[in-house]
């Protein structure tokens, strides 16, 4: 993501958050920056190298709680197969319903779409919140 589109998108994520009567602290908000700025998925870990200096008080629960918060609203989305987290590609006006994550086994890219229709079976009574599918193969680049 290049820096207009960041901002941009840090900038929804801080309606998104007035919107639920919630606040998108600095420590979110550094999470949130770190995770759109980087190249592809990053680890928890990484978060935490990138928050030491300055902040100084980036202890692990901050950062996992601050992932949750940015999960919970849509704005990152977990890739639970490489254990590591992207920013959604449609932070700016995010649809809700499920996210469908392209993972490619090769170099590791992560393409993501969103729309796809959620769960036909899901259990009488039951109300999704949020929906990752995670599919796996290889992407354009690698498909030689
Ligand atoms: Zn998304
Ligand atoms: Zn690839």
Do not use: Q, W
Not at 60 to 65: A, I
Not at 81 to 106: D, W
Not at 117 to 142: A, D, K, L, W
Request: aromatic content about 4%; some cysteine.
């Amino acid at each position: 993501m290049n820096a207009d589109s960041t901002i941009t998108a840090l900038e929804a994520a801080e309606a998104l958050c007035a919107k639920r009567g919630e606040r998108l602290t600095p420590v979110r908000r550094r999470v949130l920056e770190l995770v759109l700025t980087a190249p592809g998925p990053v680890k928890a870990y990484d978060l935490l190298e990138a928050l030491k200096p300055g902040s100084g008080t980036a202890k692990p629960p901050t950062v996992y709680r601050a992932l949750d918060f940015l999960i919970g609203l849509g704005l990152v989305h977990k890739v639970e197969a490489l254990n590591a987290f992207v920013g959604c590609s449609t932070i700016h006006s995010h649809p809700g319903g499920c996210a469908e994550l392209f993972i490619c086994t090769h170099c590791g890219a992560v393409e993501e779409r969103h729309g796809a229709p959620v769960s036909t079976h899901t259990p009488e009574g039951f109300r999704i919140e949020r929906s990752v599918i995670e599919h796996f193969g290889h992407c354009s680049n690698c498909d030689h």
